[in-house]
């Protein structure tokens, strides 16, 4: 690993302790280094607060400052060039006069997509960009595909039996675990709304919150025969929506499937066998497996499309 993906391994980390409090904003994370030794850093910890590179600044000790125009700001996302909520990073930078700037990935934002960069270049900052490049662009998977593909991020999620079943002769069953159910849970607090289709809605009335983990509930969805599915995802994204949880039936999953409206899965199989019930949905045939982990005796399988 090169320095610069050290130091922009680090940035992720930062950026990930925002994944409730900045939405809708993406999480970013910044670290300041001078003569090989980090002086500063930060990450965005809430939405209409400071940004990341605001943060690092600050926290950079008074000792510390005439470090500043011999160092390198490490920042997983373009800083911003725009006045929104608060004033352009860019302009920061270019006024604390560091030497280097090393971008993880530039910002699909509109009001961004390279302006950033060029502002800093145009003020004779040396500017890399592209490192860790694909991992920067993970960690805010939601905010890429709302802003590049006008549409939330959408998770399909969904439990079996060992033998494929997602109920007992149509009847609900319990296959999650205590921890699998903290994780749907910590899953729901992350995401913006939780879909379920009328049928699931009618006969099981789930409740669908976060009460087994600590966040804000999504917004609860209900698919029905008057909401056309490419209609609701667009009244989604004009919601400012950036990820849904689809937790419905067979038909549901499969609505979304077939439509190509998918962009992660997860799949909990259990121990459990039941002798009939309505079939779990068919994985697509483009699927690339993420990660598979045991929880107990059940397994939960993560997937993502190949053309991702």
């Given at each position: 690993?090169?320095?610069?993906?050290k130091y922009?391994?680090r940035?992720?980390?930062l950026?990930?302790?925002?994944?409730?409090?900045?939405?809708?904003?993406?999480?970013?994370?910044?670290v300041?280094?001078?003569?090989g030794?980090?002086?500063?850093?930060?990450?965005?910890?809430?939405?209409?607060?400071?940004?990341?590179?605001?943060?690092?600044?600050?926290?950079?000790?008074?000792?510390?400052?005439?470090?500043?125009?011999?160092?390198?700001?490490y920042?997983?996302?373009?800083?911003?060039?725009?006045?929104?909520?608060?004033?352009?990073?860019?302009?920061?930078?270019?006024?604390?006069?560091?030497?280097?700037?090393?971008?993880?990935?530039?910002?699909?934002?509109?009001?961004?997509?390279?302006?950033?960069?060029?502002?800093?270049?145009d003020?004779?900052i040396?500017?890399?960009?592209?490192?860790?490049?694909?991992?920067?662009?993970?960690?805010?998977?939601?905010?890429?595909?709302?802003?590049?593909?006008?549409?939330?991020?959408?998770?399909?999620?969904?439990?079996?039996?060992?033998?494929g079943f997602?109920?007992?002769?149509?009847?609900?069953?319990?296959?999650s675990?205590?921890?699998t159910?903290?994780?749907?849970?910590?899953?729901r607090?992350?995401?913006?709304?939780?879909?379920?289709?009328?049928?699931?809605?009618?006969?099981?009335?789930?409740?669908?919150?976060?009460?087994?983990?600590?966040?804000?509930?999504?917004?609860?969805?209900?698919?029905?025969?008057?909401?056309p599915?490419?209609?609701?995802?667009?009244?989604?994204?004009?919601?400012?929506?950036?990820?849904?949880?689809?937790?419905?039936?067979?038909q549901?999953?499969?609505?979304?499937?077939?439509?190509?409206?998918?962009?992660?899965i997860?799949?909990?199989?259990?121990?459990?066998?039941?002798?009939?019930g309505t079939?779990?949905p068919?994985?697509?045939?483009?699927?690339?497996?993420?990660?598979?982990?045991?929880?107990?005796?059940?397994?939960?399988?993560?997937?993502?499309?190949?053309?991702s």
């Open positions: 690993m090169s320095e610069d993906e922009m391994q940035c992720l980390q950026a990930a302790n925002g994944i409730q409090g900045a939405r809708p904003n993406p999480m970013v994370g910044a300041i280094v001078a003569n030794r980090i002086i500063g850093e930060g990450y965005h910890v809430r939405c209409g607060q400071g940004h990341a590179e605001v943060n690092a600044f600050a926290s950079v000790r008074p000792e510390d400052e005439p470090l500043l125009k011999d160092a390198t700001i920042v997983s996302l373009e800083p911003c060039s725009h006045y929104g909520k608060t004033p352009p990073c860019a302009d920061l930078i270019i006024k604390k006069g560091v030497r280097r700037v090393v971008v993880g990935t530039i910002d699909p934002f509109a009001e961004v997509q390279g302006r950033g960069i060029k502002k800093l270049q003020a004779g040396e500017v890399t960009v592209g490192v860790l490049e694909k991992e920067c662009q993970w960690l805010n998977r939601r905010f890429f595909t709302y802003h590049s593909k006008h549409r939330p991020y959408i998770i399909l999620k969904w439990a079996q039996t060992a033998n997602i109920d007992d002769h149509g009847k609900a069953l319990q296959i675990n205590e921890q159910q903290m994780l749907s849970h910590q899953l607090a992350e995401e913006d709304a939780i879909l379920v289709g009328h049928t699931t809605d009618a006969r099981e009335h789930p409740q669908l919150t976060v009460r087994h983990w600590h966040g804000p509930n999504p917004k609860r969805v209900v698919l029905t025969h008057q909401r599915l490419p209609q609701l995802i667009d009244d989604l994204y004009q919601q400012g929506i950036q990820s849904l949880i689809v937790e419905g039936g067979r549901t999953h499969e609505l979304f499937i077939q439509a190509g409206l998918w962009d992660e997860r799949v909990e199989t259990g121990s459990v066998t039941v002798s009939d079939r779990a068919q994985l697509p045939a483009n699927v690339l497996l993420l990660s598979q982990e045991m929880y107990g005796s059940n397994t939960l399988c993560r997937y993502t499309s190949v053309t």
